[in-house]
């Protein structure tokens, strides 16, 4: 157990539709990382929020936000979903200072 | 930019033999290198790193990885594998020196033959 929680663990929607993901991170840690894994495209970094602001951005769509709350919580909001948006999302999380990132269990989303 | 790559999308070896997951990588400043492991239906574990130091450098279920700065590479070995071993293997780097971000590898699924 890595110490980062995400929910929920599997998610079926509809095409046009909005989700939110929700993680956790490990007690302590301020970054928090959100990744996509697609069988396609492999692993792939979406956005990274360091104690409540954003700091890095990757190939994250126009459609897709991220905010992290005061309590360091962060929530990734998915819109307008399209079929090739089904993937594993992964949040990860370190510490100030720690060099490698510790990964939660993964959302499932399936679009129909 | 960094990248990394991972030149094999599959690895096969024979139970009790030696494994080697191979990764390359580019980056302009200094960098952190991560071996992570991916089970069935599961997030990434967390298998060793380099950070400076000793060039060959252990992790957890007997793994380790070498990382070689003239050749850019940093691969993963086990000198007998085990079925149990059977996953999908990502490595990832980090430059240091220009952004930090954490870039990961496509990934090598390694098969564990009995």
């Known amino acids: 157990d890595s110490g980062v929680t995400q929910t929920p663990k599997h998610l079926i929607t509809a095409t046009g539709q909005r989700v939110t993901l929700r993680c956790s991170p490990r007690?302590?840690?301020?970054?928090v990382y959100w990744y996509q894994q697609s069988l396609d495209q492999g692993l792939q970094f979406l956005i990274q929020?360091?104690?409540?602001?954003?700091?890095a951005k990757g190939n994250i769509l126009e459609r897709f936000s991220a905010q992290q709350f005061p309590d360091l919580h962060s929530e990734l909001n998915l819109s307008s979903l399209e079929l090739g948006d089904s993937a594993l999302y992964f949040c990860?999380?370190?510490?100030?200072?720690?060099?490698?990132?510790?990964f939660g269990p993964g959302t499932r989303l399936t679009v129909l | 930019a960094q990248s990394v790559a991972q030149p094999e999308d599959q690895v096969n070896v024979a139970e009790g033999n030696p494994l080697t997951v191979k990764c390359t990588y580019s980056?302009?400043?200094?960098?952190?290198l991560f071996w992570y492991v991916q089970y069935p239906n599961r997030g990434l574990q967390f298998l060793l790193k380099?950070?400076?130091?000793?060039?060959l450098v252990k992790g957890s279920y007997g793994f380790e990885a070498e990382f070689n700065k003239s050749q850019t590479s940093f691969h993963l070995k086990k000198p007998s594998a085990l079925v149990s071993d059977s996953a999908l293997y990502f490595c990832?780097?980090?430059?240091?020196?220009?952004?930090?971000?954490?870039?990961f590898g496509p990934g090598t699924r390694l098969s564990v033959l009995p």
């Open positions: 990832a780097v980090r430059d240091m020196d220009y952004g930090q971000n954490f870039v």
């Open positions: 929020y360091y104690n409540g602001e954003e700091r």
């Open positions: 007690s302590g840690d301020l970054s």
């Open positions: 990860a999380s370190s510490s100030l200072g720690g060099p490698w990132q510790f």
């Open positions: 980056v302009s400043g200094n960098p952190y």
């Open positions: 380099y950070i400076t130091g000793d060039n």
